[in-house]
Protein backbone atom coordinates (compact mmCIF):
# COMPACT_ATOMS: atom_id res chain seq x y z
CA UNK A 1 0.00 0.00 0.00
CA UNK A 2 1.35 3.31 -1.03
CA UNK A 3 0.89 5.75 2.42
CA UNK A 4 2.06 8.90 0.79
CA UNK A 5 3.08 10.15 -2.59
CA UNK A 6 5.05 13.41 -3.73
CA UNK A 7 2.17 15.54 -2.96
CA UNK A 8 1.41 14.25 0.76
CA UNK A 9 2.05 16.51 3.18
CA UNK A 10 3.00 15.41 6.93
CA UNK A 11 2.74 17.62 10.31
CA UNK A 12 6.54 17.56 11.75
CA UNK A 13 7.48 19.87 15.10
CA UNK A 14 5.22 22.66 13.92
CA UNK A 15 5.66 22.82 10.55
CA UNK A 16 3.78 20.99 7.55
CA UNK A 17 6.35 19.35 5.17
CA UNK A 18 6.34 17.27 2.34
CA UNK A 19 6.46 13.51 3.51
CA UNK A 20 8.94 12.14 1.06
CA UNK A 21 11.27 15.60 2.15
CA UNK A 22 10.95 14.88 6.09
CA UNK A 23 13.92 13.73 7.76
CA UNK A 24 14.45 12.00 11.19
CA UNK A 25 17.86 11.07 13.09
CA UNK A 26 19.20 7.49 12.91
CA UNK A 27 20.47 7.37 16.46
CA UNK A 28 17.16 7.97 18.29
CA UNK A 29 15.78 5.47 20.80
CA UNK A 30 12.85 5.21 19.12
CA UNK A 31 13.78 3.11 16.26
CA UNK A 32 16.67 1.23 18.00
CA UNK A 33 14.33 0.66 21.09
CA UNK A 34 10.87 0.89 20.41
CA UNK A 35 10.39 3.73 22.76
CA UNK A 36 7.99 5.47 21.17
CA UNK A 37 4.11 6.70 22.01
CA UNK A 38 1.36 6.88 18.97
CA UNK A 39 -1.98 6.79 18.15
CA UNK A 40 -4.54 5.34 15.81
CA UNK A 41 -7.36 7.46 14.93
CA UNK A 42 -10.06 8.02 11.98
CA UNK A 43 -11.85 10.57 10.25
CA UNK A 44 -15.53 9.86 8.10
CA UNK A 45 -16.72 12.26 5.95
CA UNK A 46 -20.22 13.02 7.49
CA UNK A 47 -23.05 15.04 6.42
CA UNK A 48 -22.02 18.31 7.78
CA UNK A 49 -18.15 18.17 7.23
CA UNK A 50 -14.80 15.79 8.32
CA UNK A 51 -15.08 15.28 11.61
CA UNK A 52 -11.98 13.47 13.52
CA UNK A 53 -13.92 10.85 15.97
CA UNK A 54 -13.07 10.91 19.72
CA UNK A 55 -9.55 13.43 18.64
CA UNK A 56 -9.67 14.37 22.34
CA UNK A 57 -10.04 11.32 23.93
CA UNK A 58 -7.02 9.80 21.58
CA UNK A 59 -4.84 12.84 22.24
CA UNK A 60 -5.30 12.27 25.82
CA UNK A 61 -4.41 8.84 25.90
CA UNK A 62 -1.54 9.87 23.80
CA UNK A 63 -0.39 12.11 26.42
CA UNK A 64 -0.54 9.64 28.73
CA UNK A 65 1.37 6.85 27.46
CA UNK A 66 4.05 9.72 27.19
CA UNK A 67 3.27 10.14 31.22
CA UNK A 68 3.39 6.51 32.26
CA UNK A 69 6.67 5.52 30.71
CA UNK A 70 8.37 9.08 31.07
CA UNK A 71 8.56 10.56 27.91
CA UNK A 72 7.82 13.86 27.76
CA UNK A 73 5.03 15.59 25.98
CA UNK A 74 5.49 19.15 25.71
CA UNK A 75 2.08 19.84 23.62
CA UNK A 76 -1.10 21.51 23.64
CA UNK A 77 -3.70 18.88 22.62
CA UNK A 78 -6.19 21.85 21.47
CA UNK A 79 -3.64 22.75 19.20
CA UNK A 80 -2.86 19.31 18.09
CA UNK A 81 -6.32 18.51 17.03
CA UNK A 82 -6.42 21.84 14.73
CA UNK A 83 -3.05 21.03 13.36
CA UNK A 84 -4.62 17.74 12.32
CA UNK A 85 -7.77 18.90 10.63
CA UNK A 86 -5.22 21.34 9.03
CA UNK A 87 -3.73 17.95 7.64
CA UNK A 88 -6.34 16.40 6.80
CA UNK A 89 -7.20 19.77 4.84
CA UNK A 90 -3.85 19.82 3.17
CA UNK A 91 -3.61 16.65 1.79
CA UNK A 92 -7.72 16.53 0.78
CA UNK A 93 -8.24 13.83 3.02
CA UNK A 94 -12.52 13.31 4.14
CA UNK A 95 -12.58 9.82 4.83
CA UNK A 96 -8.68 8.99 6.76
CA UNK A 97 -7.02 6.94 9.27
CA UNK A 98 -4.52 9.25 10.87
CA UNK A 99 -1.02 8.54 13.27
CA UNK A 100 0.61 10.97 15.87
CA UNK A 101 3.97 9.80 16.85
CA UNK A 102 5.82 11.23 19.75
CA UNK A 103 9.76 10.17 19.16
CA UNK A 104 12.88 10.27 20.85
CA UNK A 105 16.09 12.25 20.45
CA UNK A 106 18.55 10.82 19.09
CA UNK A 107 20.80 9.04 22.13
CA UNK A 108 21.69 5.12 22.41
CA UNK A 109 21.56 5.03 26.26
CA UNK A 110 18.68 2.97 28.04
CA UNK A 111 17.50 6.05 30.02
CA UNK A 112 14.29 7.99 28.50
CA UNK A 113 14.92 11.23 26.77
CA UNK A 114 15.24 14.80 27.68
CA UNK A 115 13.95 15.79 24.40
CA UNK A 116 11.16 14.53 22.01
CA UNK A 117 9.46 15.13 18.53
CA UNK A 118 6.20 14.90 17.13
CA UNK A 119 4.81 14.00 13.68
CA UNK A 120 1.36 13.88 12.40
CA UNK A 121 0.58 11.90 9.20
CA UNK A 122 -2.38 10.48 7.42
CA UNK A 123 -3.54 8.39 4.73
CA UNK A 124 -6.70 7.32 3.45
CA UNK A 125 -7.78 3.14 4.55
CA UNK A 126 -10.37 1.08 4.83
CA UNK A 127 -11.48 -1.12 7.63
CA UNK A 128 -8.37 -2.66 8.78
CA UNK A 129 -9.36 -6.75 8.70
CA UNK A 130 -12.13 -6.06 5.70
CA UNK A 131 -15.44 -6.19 5.81
CA UNK A 132 -15.81 -10.05 6.16
CA UNK A 133 -16.02 -12.02 9.24
CA UNK A 134 -12.66 -13.10 10.30
CA UNK A 135 -11.48 -16.55 11.19
CA UNK A 136 -8.85 -16.44 13.76
CA UNK A 137 -6.73 -18.09 15.88
CA UNK A 138 -5.28 -18.48 19.39
CA UNK A 139 -1.97 -16.92 19.38
CA UNK A 140 1.08 -18.68 20.68
CA UNK A 141 2.47 -15.86 21.40
CA UNK A 142 1.36 -14.21 24.57
CA UNK A 143 0.18 -10.32 25.81
CA UNK A 144 3.01 -8.55 27.51
CA UNK A 145 2.96 -9.55 31.18
CA UNK A 146 1.34 -6.12 32.75
CA UNK A 147 4.68 -6.22 35.08
CA UNK A 148 7.08 -6.25 32.46
CA UNK A 149 5.34 -3.23 30.50
CA UNK A 150 2.84 -0.04 30.63
CA UNK A 151 0.17 -2.65 29.42
CA UNK A 152 -2.14 0.44 29.17
CA UNK A 153 0.40 2.53 27.20
CA UNK A 154 0.17 2.84 23.50
CA UNK A 155 3.93 2.08 22.78
CA UNK A 156 5.50 1.64 19.40
CA UNK A 157 7.90 -1.47 21.20
CA UNK A 158 5.15 -3.11 22.36
CA UNK A 159 3.67 -3.53 19.27
CA UNK A 160 6.51 -6.06 18.43
CA UNK A 161 4.25 -8.86 19.96
CA UNK A 162 1.80 -7.74 17.39
CA UNK A 163 3.77 -8.03 14.85
CA UNK A 164 4.73 -11.68 15.77
CA UNK A 165 1.32 -12.93 16.64
CA UNK A 166 -0.30 -11.34 13.12
CA UNK A 167 2.62 -13.20 11.14
CA UNK A 168 2.00 -16.05 12.60
CA UNK A 169 -1.56 -16.36 12.00
CA UNK A 170 -1.38 -15.59 8.46
CA UNK A 171 1.12 -17.85 7.96
CA UNK A 172 -1.21 -20.34 9.24
CA UNK A 173 -4.20 -19.77 6.98
CA UNK A 174 -6.07 -16.81 9.52
CA UNK A 175 -7.25 -13.69 9.02
CA UNK A 176 -5.94 -12.44 12.23
CA UNK A 177 -4.59 -13.89 16.24
CA UNK A 178 -5.87 -14.22 19.51
CA UNK A 179 -3.78 -13.24 21.99
CA UNK A 180 -4.65 -14.87 26.03
CA UNK A 181 -2.78 -13.39 28.63
CA UNK A 182 0.64 -14.58 31.23
CA UNK A 183 -2.47 -16.26 32.52
CA UNK A 184 -3.59 -18.25 29.93
CA UNK A 185 -6.62 -15.99 29.65
CA UNK A 186 -8.43 -14.38 27.09
CA UNK A 187 -6.82 -10.95 26.42
CA UNK A 188 -7.03 -8.91 23.01
CA UNK A 189 -6.52 -9.39 19.69
CA UNK A 190 -3.02 -8.09 17.91
CA UNK A 191 -4.57 -4.68 17.46
CA UNK A 192 -8.13 -4.91 18.96
CA UNK A 193 -10.25 -5.28 21.64
CA UNK A 194 -12.86 -8.44 21.81
CA UNK A 195 -16.54 -8.58 22.92
CA UNK A 196 -18.34 -11.94 23.40
CA UNK A 197 -21.83 -12.95 22.81
CA UNK A 198 -23.61 -15.81 25.28
CA UNK A 199 -27.37 -16.02 25.59
CA UNK A 200 -28.46 -12.50 24.64
CA UNK A 201 -25.06 -11.25 26.87
CA UNK A 202 -21.60 -9.29 26.06
CA UNK A 203 -18.75 -10.08 27.77
CA UNK A 204 -15.54 -8.46 27.26
CA UNK A 205 -11.98 -9.08 29.47
CA UNK A 206 -10.82 -6.97 32.27
CA UNK A 207 -8.48 -4.59 32.70
CA UNK A 208 -5.25 -5.09 33.57
CA UNK A 209 -3.72 -6.78 31.05
CA UNK A 210 -5.08 -5.62 28.18
CA UNK A 211 -5.02 -2.28 25.90
CA UNK A 212 -8.36 -0.10 27.29
CA UNK A 213 -9.10 0.89 23.81
CA UNK A 214 -11.36 3.90 22.91
CA UNK A 215 -13.78 1.90 20.91
CA UNK A 216 -13.92 -0.67 23.29
CA UNK A 217 -15.42 2.25 25.59
CA UNK A 218 -17.33 3.41 22.57
CA UNK A 219 -18.95 0.02 22.56
CA UNK A 220 -19.73 -0.03 26.11
CA UNK A 221 -21.23 3.40 25.67
CA UNK A 222 -23.75 2.42 22.69
CA UNK A 223 -24.46 -1.03 24.77
CA UNK A 224 -26.22 1.34 27.99
CA UNK A 225 -28.20 3.27 25.04
CA UNK A 226 -29.25 -0.13 23.26
CA UNK A 227 -29.66 -1.69 26.71
CA UNK A 228 -27.62 -4.18 26.20
CA UNK A 229 -25.77 -5.96 28.99
CA UNK A 230 -21.96 -5.82 28.95
CA UNK A 231 -20.11 -7.91 31.45
CA UNK A 232 -16.21 -7.44 32.38
CA UNK A 233 -14.88 -10.45 33.36
CA UNK A 234 -12.07 -12.75 33.04
CA UNK A 235 -12.57 -15.14 30.33
CA UNK A 236 -11.33 -18.79 29.72
CA UNK A 237 -10.61 -19.89 25.89
CA UNK A 238 -13.67 -22.33 26.70
CA UNK A 239 -15.64 -20.39 27.62
CA UNK A 240 -14.84 -18.16 24.45
CA UNK A 241 -15.57 -21.31 21.96
CA UNK A 242 -19.02 -22.03 23.59
CA UNK A 243 -20.35 -18.67 23.07
CA UNK A 244 -23.13 -18.00 20.12
CA UNK A 245 -20.73 -14.97 18.73
CA UNK A 246 -17.84 -12.41 19.11
CA UNK A 247 -16.31 -9.77 17.42
CA UNK A 248 -13.44 -7.50 17.55
CA UNK A 249 -13.43 -3.69 18.21
CA UNK A 250 -10.72 -0.58 17.12
CA UNK A 251 -10.44 2.19 15.16
CA UNK A 252 -8.32 0.46 12.93
CA UNK A 253 -11.15 -2.57 12.72
CA UNK A 254 -14.19 -0.60 13.78
CA UNK A 255 -16.23 -3.21 14.11
CA UNK A 256 -15.17 -6.82 13.18
CA UNK A 257 -17.40 -9.86 13.21
CA UNK A 258 -15.91 -12.89 14.06
CA UNK A 259 -16.57 -16.03 12.06
CA UNK A 260 -14.03 -19.31 13.44
CA UNK A 261 -11.73 -19.52 16.32
CA UNK A 262 -9.45 -22.00 15.45
CA UNK A 263 -11.47 -25.25 14.45
CA UNK A 264 -14.40 -23.88 16.52
CA UNK A 265 -17.10 -22.45 14.28
CA UNK A 266 -19.89 -19.93 15.39
CA UNK A 267 -23.49 -21.04 14.17
CA UNK A 268 -25.52 -17.76 15.16
CA UNK A 269 -25.86 -15.87 12.17
CA UNK A 270 -23.53 -12.57 12.33
CA UNK A 271 -26.73 -10.41 10.94
CA UNK A 272 -28.63 -12.09 13.37
CA UNK A 273 -26.24 -10.83 16.93
CA UNK A 274 -25.62 -8.33 18.79
CA UNK A 275 -22.30 -7.69 17.29
CA UNK A 276 -23.59 -6.74 14.23
CA UNK A 277 -26.21 -4.78 15.82
CA UNK A 278 -23.37 -2.74 17.24
CA UNK A 279 -21.54 -2.86 14.17
CA UNK A 280 -24.65 -0.88 12.32
CA UNK A 281 -24.84 1.62 15.36
CA UNK A 282 -21.17 1.88 15.69
CA UNK A 283 -21.49 3.36 11.73
CA UNK A 284 -24.27 5.62 12.40
CA UNK A 285 -22.37 7.40 15.18
CA UNK A 286 -19.50 7.65 13.60
CA UNK A 287 -20.88 9.53 10.49
CA UNK A 288 -23.37 11.17 12.66
CA UNK A 289 -26.13 9.46 10.80
CA UNK A 290 -27.44 8.94 14.36
CA UNK A 291 -26.36 10.96 17.56
CA UNK A 292 -25.96 8.36 20.33
CA UNK A 293 -23.23 11.06 21.74
CA UNK A 294 -26.22 13.19 22.89
CA UNK A 295 -27.66 10.39 24.98
CA UNK A 296 -24.41 9.14 26.25
Not at 47 to 73: M, Q, V, W, Y
Not at 97 to 105: A, D, K, M, T
Not at 183 to 209: D, M, W
Request: hydrophobic letters at 40%; a neutral charge.
Amino acid sequence: MDYYNSNTVIYLNGQFVKANEAKTDLYGQSLHYGFAAFEGIRAYKTHNATRIFKAREHFERLKRSCDLTGIPFKWNIDDLIKQTYRLLELNNFKDAYIRPLVFSEPQMTLVAPEQTSIMLCAWEWGAYLGDRQLKICISPFERPNPKSTKIEAKISGNYVNSILATSDAKNKGFDEALLLDHKGLVAEGSGANIFIEKNGKLYTPVKGNILPGITRATIIELCKVLDIEVIEKEITVNFLKEADGAFFCGTAVEVAGIHTVDETVYRQRWRDSIGATLQRAYKNLVLEKVNYEVII
